[in-house]
């Protein structure tokens, strides 16, 4: 398997455009967890998705962030209108189960730069 | 509310040497403690996870141990080598987490040829 596969690796954009990050996950894995990690805050968890559907959106910092995931195999980030303090690495992670169990995979990360 | 506490933050030993991460947690009731490893510029590797149940897990020259009543963790790192130069983070199930991961902010270890 590839592992989790992650799409742009590195966006700069200006504040205020979309920007649509993008994630496959592992072939099979039922849990996909999307995070944000910055220097002054750690590793954050947006959002995760079970069998497709959000369960759990309360790391989700406004409304500019939503994400979807339309199937088992694709999921999106997108951030409307960007601003600067978005500036971070965002993760996408995947597990075959999430309670207790197993651990997580993650992907390269997407290196987002908002100027 | 759980919290995770690591130390050092950084930590610079030569090459050879045997080494120990510390990880403590405020609340005891966990599913499992995990230890990740970070590459500068890539994702999260996991390394080894210790189930609530277990004292103990070992990989190679890598071996976490877990004591849940203190709420510490550690990670031995035995015969160190420049490869192993990473940032180590730890990382609890909580049982009253809604099934999120609580995460140490890491320890950035180098290994000096």
């Known amino acids: 398997d590839a592992g989790v596969i992650q799409s742009p690796r590195h966006e700069v954009t200006e504040m205020g455009q979309e920007v649509t990050l993008r994630c496959k996950p592992i072939s099979g894995h039922d849990y996909l967890f999307w995070y944000r990690q910055t220097m002054m805050r750690g590793l954050e968890l947006l959002i995760y998705?079970?069998?497709?559907?959000?369960?759990?959106d309360s790391g989700m910092p406004e409304d500019r962030f939503s994400a979807k995931m339309p199937n088992a195999s694709f999921s999106t980030l997108k951030i409307q209108p960007s601003e600067p303090r978005d500036s971070a690495v965002y993760f996408c992670?995947?597990?075959?189960?999430?309670?207790?169990?197993?651990?997580?995979?993650f992907g390269p990360g997407t290196r987002l730069l908002v100027l | 509310k759980q919290e995770v506490t690591q130390i050092p933050a950084a930590l610079s030993v030569p090459e050879g040497e045997n080494l120990v991460l510390n990880c403590s947690f405020t609340d005891s009731a966990i599913y499992n403690l995990q230890w990740f490893r970070q590459d500068p510029g890539k994702g999260l590797t996991s390394l080894l996870l210790?189930?609530?149940s277990q004292r103990e897990q070992t990989s190679g020259r890598l071996n976490a141990s877990l004591d849940k009543s203190s709420g510490r963790s550690t990670l031995y790192i035995a015969a160190s080598q420049p490869g192993d130069s990473a940032t180590y983070l730890c990382?609890?199930?909580?049982?009253?987490?809604?099934?999120?991961?609580?995460w140490g902010a890491g320890t950035k270890l180098i290994i000096k040829p």
């Open positions: 992670a995947s597990s075959y189960t999430s309670i207790g169990g197993e651990t997580q995979y």
């Open positions: 210790i189930q609530s």
């Open positions: 990382a609890v199930y909580p049982m009253d987490s809604n099934y999120q991961l609580i």
């Open positions: 998705f079970n069998n497709n559907v959000p369960i759990d």
